[in-house]
């Protein structure tokens, strides 16, 4: 088991190896690094892949204390300095692509481009925090009850193989491990402004029946990104990328083969 002791956190990680050009990808709320599995077995004969869990959730040792997503941001240059790598190919999944978008206006010297997997700058309307804060409320009441945690995973995931060991993962850890991530999700910044500040390509791949993040959010996005050819829609919900890897496997070996060395 690999670990980094980077900005007060033990991150855990999982890296390839090899010579190919380094991808590092961060996952989605209420994820781990497993998720991208198919995308590592997809890319890893061509390219190092690296994968790790964010403050909160999967192996990573977190202080519990709070953070935004331009820490999360600051967690990923940590590791990558930690790994050696000057430049990478940054992405990751809904909040991974939060952290990732973060990271590229921190440094963008060190992020050769971005994959953005089901992800978006919209900010929530007052009815639909309202409503994700009473689901966070009561999952830290009660845990993540049969039916909370099958409306979560049918929102996020909507699987059913997948949807069931979610859920199986989300009943076994401490039910307090959601306080901060959520208030990080919930408070964070809007930074729809500065992406035309982001020239490095970019890929953004959607799924058609993602009702957590609307089509319409990745659709600006794309317009706003100086290195965005517009949103690869695929079928699937918002773990698209999980339930649904084939195309989105096959838009990422594509966007990457077409990258300036």
Not at 8 to 35: C, K, N, S, W
Not at 99 to 112: D, F, N, T
Not at 135 to 144: E, Y
Request: hydrophobic fraction near 45%.
């Amino acid at each position: 088991m690999s670990y980094a002791d980077v900005n007060g956190q033990r991150i855990y990680f999982e890296d390839t190896g090899g010579d190919g050009a380094p991808v590092i990808l961060a996952h989605g709320f209420l994820m781990d690094h497993t998720m991208f599995a198919p995308q590592v077995a997809a890319l890893r004969d061509r390219y190092r892949v690296i994968t790790w869990d964010e403050r909160g959730f999967g192996l990573t040792e977190f202080d519990g204390r709070p953070f935004t997503y331009w820490d999360s941001a600051r967690d990923c240059l940590a590791l990558l300095d930690h790994l050696g790598i000057e430049r990478a190919v940054v992405g990751g999944m809904s909040q991974g692509g939060f952290l990732s978008m973060r990271a590229a206006l921190l440094a963008p010297e060190r992020v050769r481009a971005l994959i953005l997997l089901d992800s978006g700058t919209k900010l929530y309307e007052d009815e639909e925090r309202a409503a994700n804060q009473g689901m966070v409320d009561l999952w830290l009441s009660v845990g993540p009850v049969d039916e909370l945690a099958q409306t979560v995973a049918t929102i996020i995931i909507d699987d059913a193989i997948e949807s069931p060991k979610w859920i199986a993962t989300w009943q076994a850890r401490d039910k307090e491990l959601i306080r901060e991530p959520a208030a990080t999700l919930l408070g964070r910044d809007d930074i729809t402004s500065r992406l035309p500040e982001i020239t490095c390509p970019v890929l953004i791949v959607h799924g058609t029946e993602d009702t957590a993040i609307r089509m319409e959010d990745p659709e600006l996005m794309a317009s706003l990104l100086p290195g965005c050819d517009g949103v690869v829609k695929v079928s699937g919900a918002h773990a698209a990328n999980l339930t649904n890897p084939e195309p989105v496997n096959a838009a990422i070996l594509d966007f990457l083969a077409r990258i300036p060395a």
